[in-house]
């Protein structure tokens, strides 16, 4: 006797790793919108003005930033580089992408029934730019594309 499940007894999926998830009739939405909100809030960024672009692409931070050091708890709490030691530059940067984050709650991906898209992917790096260790940081962007 094998171990089967049957996946129509756990209803409508409406939440998955993070991720909130919307079945209707014209389609599926996926957005992060609880998440994000719960995270502002965690760090007490709901009153701090929202940005657009995450991080400024001059900025370049190391293991070695001049500036005093912050509460490693909160900072780990949203970041993993320079878990260490972190800095006020770090901090900042983090701060900055929330705010980002802030302005782009409402986003979301629409897969509409019926319509003929494919979801397609990039990606990029920077080869060896971190200035810590030498390795690479990468980032990702996903789009529907209509055939």
């Known amino acids: 006797m094998g171990s089967e499940f049957d996946m ?5 999926l409406n939440f998955f790793l993070g991720l909130q998830i919307k079945q209707g009739p014209n389609g599926t939405m996926i957005h992060q919108q ?5 995270l502002i809030k ?3 960024m709901e009153e701090s003005k929202e940005i657009y672009i995450p991080i400024a692409t001059a900025t370049k931070l190391d293991i070695d930033e001049p500036g005093s050091s912050v509460i490693q708890k909160l900072y780990r709490g949203i970041c993993a580089h320079f878990q260490a030691n ?3 530059s770090h901090l900042t940067a ?3 992408m929330l705010r980002y984050l802030k302005s782009t709650t409402d986003l979301c991906l629409w897969y ?5 898209f494919n979801l397609v992917g990039y990606a ?3 080869y060896a730019g971190f200035l810590v260790d030498g390795k690479s940081t990468s980032g990702w962007h996903t789009s529907l594309v209509h055939v």
Do not use: H, Q, T
């Open 86 to 88: 972190p800095k006020e």
């Open 42 to 44: 965690k760090f007490k």
């Open 112 to 116: 509409p029934k019926g319509s003929n």
């Open 34 to 38: 609880k998440y994000a909100n719960e």
């Open 124 to 126: 990029d790096a920077d």
């Open 8 to 12: 129509s007894l756990m209803g409508e």
């Open 94 to 96: 983090i701060k900055r």
